[in-house]
């Protein structure tokens, strides 16, 4: 296998882009690392991600890490806090670094490189903690940033002639008139809009996370993913149903059902429900209206099937509830609520 010379924290973002591009031009051996996050579907095939065509623009080999049980734990509680949702940038941007430095020390490469431009971001709460991170992957001299190297102290890689410092840049502040520029020179014609697609700057993903994690020591990938599908609710038990809203979401969850506790399917036209937690039998009388609720359904046309572990385990009906009745259930009731 050929020899690599440097990773690039790849998003599919024109700054990664570029920073790649740049290096490539100059002959080095680049493998861009993509880092998966969780509100992707457990069975995501990345050659399909738009990510990953974008990259193909540009000829860069990539390589992926499914951001798993570790990055959910940051999720949760973040040392530098959240921005305006749950989106934990900076905790976010340290971690993906740190698994681009764990890719370069397995593959044998000499730095990493990303796509930060000096001023973009206000970045004084992180230089703190990037110095720190920086020393325990052992980066120290190998971080590069080809879009700004230019204004900043050379890394070991330029100084010892892996990489031409003359043929980086040294771009600074908001303005993306030079990063434009290059994507022309370079025939990029296409990339991620920046923080684009990412779920957790979406406040209603946020304020459904957040009420997940205040109750719940165990969260997992499949939850995250679960919480931007349907409406969600949380009983007085903390036990949790989502209520899928059209036949897409229907689909997922039943496709997520092995995450659940109970599964519900109706047998007439309505929503597919997934349930967490011990239901009780209220629980279960609640999920049945709620079907009843969203869906057409006849005192000939009533039967709800209900899934334990993939198998049929019992049939209910669903409950004869006026609409009226159940609105104000929901909108009154405390204990009800949708998260
Ligand atoms: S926008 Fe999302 S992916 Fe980007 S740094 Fe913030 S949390 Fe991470």
């Known amino acids: 296998m050929k020899k690599i010379d440097g990773i690039v924290l790849y998003s599919g973002g024109l700054d990664s882009l570029l920073s790649a591009k740049i290096l490539m031009d100059q002959g ?14 457990e069975d995501v095939d990345v050659t399909q991600l738009k990510s990953t065509k974008l990259a193909e623009q540009i000829n860069l080999q990539l390589k992926y890490h499914f951001c798993g049980d570790d990055y959910i734990q940051m999720l949760k509680n973040p040392p530098h806090g959240y921005g305006k949702n749950i989106n934990p940038c900076i905790d976010c941007h340290i971690y993906f670094i740190r698994k681009a430095a764990e890719l370069m020390n397995e593959l044998g490469a000499s730095f990493v490189a990303t796509g930060e431009v000096v001023g973009q971001r206000p970045m004084s709460q992180l230089k703190h903690t990037l110095l720190h991170i920086i020393k325990e992957t052992g980066l120290q001299g190998r971080l590069l940033r080809p879009l700004s190297a230019k204004i900043l102290k050379p890394t070991i890689a330029e100084e010892n002639g892996t990489v031409n410092r003359e043929l980086l840049f040294g771009i600074s502040g908001r303005g993306r008139s030079q990063q434009i520029g290059l994507a022309n020179k370079f025939g ?9 697609g990412c779920l957790f700057t979406d406040p209603n993903v946020s304020i459904r996370l957040k009420k997940l994690f205040s109750h719940s020591s165990d969260v997992s990938s499949a939850d995250i993913y679960l919480a ?8 007085p038990n903390f036990n949790r149903i989502i209520v899928g809203r059209f036949e897409a979401e229907n689909d997922k969850l039943s496709d997520y059902r092995k995450h659940g506790s109970l599964f519900f399917s109706p047998e007439f036209a309505g929503p597919s429900l997934l349930a967490f937690g011990d239901l009780t039998d209220d629980d279960k009388e609640f999920c049945a209206s709620l079907i009843a609720h969203y869906g057409k359904w006849s005192e000939h046309e009533n039967k709800i099937n209900v899934y334990k572990n993939e198998k049929l385990a019992e049939i209910v009906n669903a409950k004869k509830i006026e609409k009226t009745e159940i609105d104000e259930k929901i909108r009154n009731f405390m204990i009800i609520k949708e998260v």
């Open 28 to 41: 080095l051996s680049i493998v861009g690392l993509h880092c998966i996050l969780p509100f992707m579907p």
């Open 228 to 235: 931007s599908i349907g409406r969600h609710f949380m009983l």
């Open 188 to 196: 990029i014609t296409d990339y991620e809009n920046p923080a684009g």
